[in-house]
């Protein structure tokens, strides 16, 4: 293990980690004494179109995955339109990889519930959800204890700090459908629906929750926005980059000396992340990783000095996503990766839609086939037409996130499925494997 | 709903006597009219009395929100975490997704299956376990990982570890899960799910941060690594008074109790359309900050409907098009996210038939053309007052 050097301890940006070093800054007390709640008293001093310029200023952009920008988001819902408005957060996080709202949730969830109240009403919104994922129970037993501590101070309820705004938040539990991550669907989840995608348009902006305008953010988005509150928007810019503004939590797993969350400013690379986590582990070379969960497309050691905005990546050919890095060093198999992951996306499918109901379905057991030493030639190029077929043709990103794993291990790493293929690799699953299984 | 008298039929009524308090309870969380809403924590909550799902509570649920069995199934069968048979007194989750599965998970589960003789989603013979191995438990940085009951009972599994905390919890105790609150029954923590607080003492306080949680902001720490100039006070620039300070300047709280919503409510769908018209014709424009959520949501409760659902591509997309927000990026992180992302939505792809057409660039196109749809349908501001100022 290696220590990092000093340039590059100088990249953390502790802010949405910096209260989790107190063990108790989930209670009431220890928040307010960490600049808790100070924000909301300055923001509701401000016109709620103060506060969406605000966060247009500051270039807050989503972080659940697409990076569009949240000033602009508010500022879709139609005002004076005398329907009610919701904000819906996002914490269904299930995207593999991705572990960053939940610590969030459990060691700070005042900074959620604060955002929710800002951002409630920036957008006029007098009722919110966060639908939480529901395994995630420890992260929702602290955020119910944090909405239940705030409306018994006046943070939350009718006429919060005599503004006259009234907030009602709701923690709302998920059942266990990856797809509810998918904003849509999430909205028909909490409509007391299956979970499935809706074609858009209308957009959320317009129609979402109960047919109403409706804000749907990731937690990590709503909890950057006390910060921006307090700190200005040319203080959030003073970290990342000019297109990528703000720190971001990078939660490291896999191959690493320490895996962990390290949050710093948006377009740090790779190689500067796996020096702070202390270097590779010893006998481990990098091989491939994910830039931001299975659903992105995979890079190589090639990649490693790539920036880490939502611009470097694309130009990379992936996405910034949740920026969940799995690193996989050369004892590890990409195929049998890709397989697992998909063993994953054809459980999680919700149906809605054929190419990745079916396809996904296939794909899995061309996968087991190769991975137990039976494929063929044509196997490869059945993959390539089968995740070629899925892609872009899915009502939502599921399906799209099921086929980039396979585009791009078959585009890297080819020659790892001859060998399975051609009898050089020996086979990872036995021929049981390829009944019944699931 | 909740003074009407609710009749329930045989299968339902065992559990409606002992969830029914609860029940309305959830459903009041939700607004008005969407009672459906409640349908997931209430399928947690006959988890909470049967430990799974059985056709009784799939008609209680029914019953109790009014919408058929039929519906109800649909929902209870699409998402993992109602059982379909009746599970053990602890639900232990081990994780073989990818991360997990290369770093020990998958090892982790078959030796475990192996040691309490029980396949995926199967209960060991003496009832007190349920195994499953799971999709990605957002953890990785502890991988593999086990829950009890879904909270983190032990980080970084080997066979050994995993094996020990089964034979523990079948000899009758009950470890400390490494990061999660005091272990209870599955039935017992459904609670929980179903959206009530843990009563329990110190529950909510278990559970410390683990190491890789915190070792960005502990190396941080270490070596004085903070982020400069951060001045809470930094002014918010303010081109109008905010609704409280035209409050304190009126004089006049504003302090709406329950009941004045709800009567109110009333009125106010009544006297919508004429409150909208008024509203239009303001000199100035208004929001509904402050004012009753109930305002104006005169719309069916069933808003699955065609239309808003489904419409045909010749529909117009509307979002974005407000008249006092028009989407012009102020500055390049703004314009570099709009341009990147071709849907409001979470960058996934809308449609085919919008495909590649974003509202950015739509208004863009409104803009060089001379202007959006003239009259848009919620425009709050009166085109004429804009160009004044």
Known sequence: MTQPRREILQKLTPVLTKRWLSPDAWKMEVYERLDGYAALRKALDVHPDDLIQLIKDSGLRGRGGAGFPTGLKWGFIPQGDGKPHYLVINADEGEPGTCKDLPLMTYDPHSLVEGAIIAAYAIRANRAFIYIRGEAVHAARRLRHAVAEAKAKGYLGTNILGSGFDLELVVHSGAGAYICGEETALLDSLEGFRGQPRLRPPFPAIAGLYASPTVVNNVGTIASVPYIVLGGPEWWKSMGTEKSSGPMIYSLSGRIANPGQYECGLGITLRELIELAGGMQPGHNLKFWTPGGSSTPLLTAEHIDTAMDFEGVAAAGSILGTTAMQIFSDQDCPVYATWRWLEFYHHESCGKCTPCREGNYWMVRTYRRILSGEGTHQDLDTLQDTADNIFGRSFCGLGDGAATPVMSTLKFFRQDYLDYIEGRTAPRLSAKALVGAH | ?389
């Open chain 2, 1 to 389: 709903m909740t003074d009407t008298k609710l009749e329930f039929s045989p299968a339902a009524s065992p559990l409606a006597e002992r969830l029914l308090p609860a029940a309305l309870e959830i459903i009041a969380r939700y607004p008005e009219g969407r009672s459906r809403s409640a349908l997931l924590p209430l399928l947690h909550l006959v988890q909470t009395e049967e430990g799974h799902v059985s056709p009784n509570g799939v008609a209680f649920c029914a019953e109790v929100l009014g919408i058929n069995k039929a519906q109800v199934g649909a929902v209870a069968t699409f998402y993992t975490m109602y059982k379909r048979r009746p599970t053990g007194e602890y639900l232990v989750s081990v994780c073989t997704n990818t991360l997990c599965n290369v770093l020990g998970g998958q090892e982790v589960y078959d030796q475990l299956s192996e040691h309490l003789g029980v396949g995926h989603d199967e209960t060991t013979a003496d009832g007190r376990i349920t195994l499953e191995h799971a999709e990605c438990l957002a953890a990785c940085d502890y991988a593999p990982v086990v829950t009890v009951n879904y909270d983190f009972a032990v980080d970084q599994a080997t066979p050994e570890t995993a094996v020990g905390l089964v034979d523990k919890l079948r000899s009758g105790e009950r470890p400390t899960p490494t990061r999660g609150a005091r272990i209870c029954s599955l039935k017992e923590m459904q609670t929980q799910l179903a959206g009530f607080d843990d009563l329990r003492e110190g529950a909510v306080a278990d559970g410390p941060a683990g190491a890789p949680t915190l070792r960005g902001v502990t190396l941080a720490q270490e070596h004085g690594v903070a982020v400069a100039d951060f001045n809470p006070d930094t002014p918010i620039t303010k081109t109008k008074p905010s609704p409280r300070e035209e409050a304190r300047t009126e004089n006049r709280g504003k302090v709406a109790t329950v009941v004045d919503k709800a009567a109110s409510a009333v009125k106010a769908a009544a006297g919508k359309v004429e409150e909208v018209v008024e509203r239009r014709s303001a000199k100035q424009a208004t929001d509904n900050a402050g004012q009753p959520v109930t305002t104006g949501d005169v719309k069916d409760p069933e808003t699955r409907t065609a239309e808003t659902r489904n419409p045909d591509a010749s529909t117009p997309d509307r979002t974005g098009t407000t008249d006092e927000k028009k989407p012009v990026a102020t500055n390049p992180a703004e314009a570099a996210g709009a341009a990147a992302n071709e849907t409001a939505g979470d960058g996934k792809p809308a449609g085919d038939t919008e495909r590649g057409e974003s509202i950015v660039s739509r208004e863009a196109a409104d803009r060089k053309s001379g202007g959006t749809d003239p009259n848009p349908g919620w425009q709050n501001v009166p085109r004429g007052e804009k160009e004044e100022k």
